[in-house]
């Protein structure tokens, strides 16, 4: 998925129910733009016009423009996809979140 997500100009999630969307944070993590609903943990790491686009769940005119601005501007979809991997890499790559999980685990296990 790591060289689709490279090639996409940007990944579209319109999800109406979703706990955290993994799949975002990969797409990002590649340097994709994403749109995404604003529904469930998302918008915790999506910032709405820094790190992607942020549209009410079920609302198919605001994707429809939200995915129309991206594609005439692809100046702001790249800065967009810039910022969201900037963001994301630091965070929760996965020698990092791997170790939070060992962590988590050992404390559960010395409890």
Known sequence: L???????????????????GLVLLEAMGQGTAVIAT?????????????????????????????????WADPAATEALGAYGRDRIVPQYRWTLVADRLEAIYTEARNA
């Open 38 to 70: 604003r529904v469930g943990g998302i918008p915790e790491f999506v910032e709405d016009g820094r790190a992607g686009l942020l549209v009410p769940p079920g609302d198919s005119g605001r994707l429809r423009e939200a995915i129309e601005r991206l």
């Open 2 to 20: 790591a060289a689709a997500f490279r090639e996409a100009r940007f990944f579209v999630l319109p999800s109406e129910y979703e706990a955290f």
